[in-house]
């Protein structure tokens, strides 16, 4: 657990979109962990899209890079219902579409506390990592 963090994550619908399967799953045990209610994870924008458009989320994780494809439509409709989310990548900033580059982003690679800090300020919690 993240000091500071008890419970800021308990009962929060978290959505994951990641394609890379050892990364996906650490988040989700690290999420799971943490109380955090896992939506996903998947791998793919059509399954992100349809998980972000069908019901209430807190927050969401999303890899840039989605087999070739990029997760910005889905940050568009999470920015739409006004879901706080993370970009987990390899990119720097500036690699970003201008749009995209004040959003917040941890750089690949990260430790899982690093992401469990950055989700619990995403939803408003004061943590130290």
Aim: avoid cysteine; aromatic fraction near 6%.
């Amino acid at each position: 657990m993240t000091i500071g963090m008890a419970g800021a994550l308990t009962g929060k619908r978290i959505l994951v979109v990641e394609d890379e399967y050892f990364i996906a799953t650490d988040l989700k045990r690290a999420l799971q962990g943490e109380d955090a209610v896992v939506v996903g994870p998947v791998g793919d924008i059509d399954t992100g899209l349809a998980l972000a458009a069908a019901g209430t989320l807190d927050a969401a994780v999303l890899d840039v890079n989605l087999e070739g494809a990029n997760s910005y439509t889905i940050a568009d409709r999470l920015m739409e219902q006004a879901v706080p989310y993370m970009f987990l990548t390899g990119y720097d900033g500036w690699a970003l579409p201008e749009a995209y580059r004040d959003a917040p982003r941890m750089a690949k690679p990260f430790t899982i506390s690093m992401v469990l800090a950055h989700v619990g300020r995403l939803l408003g919690a004061e943590t130290m990592s």
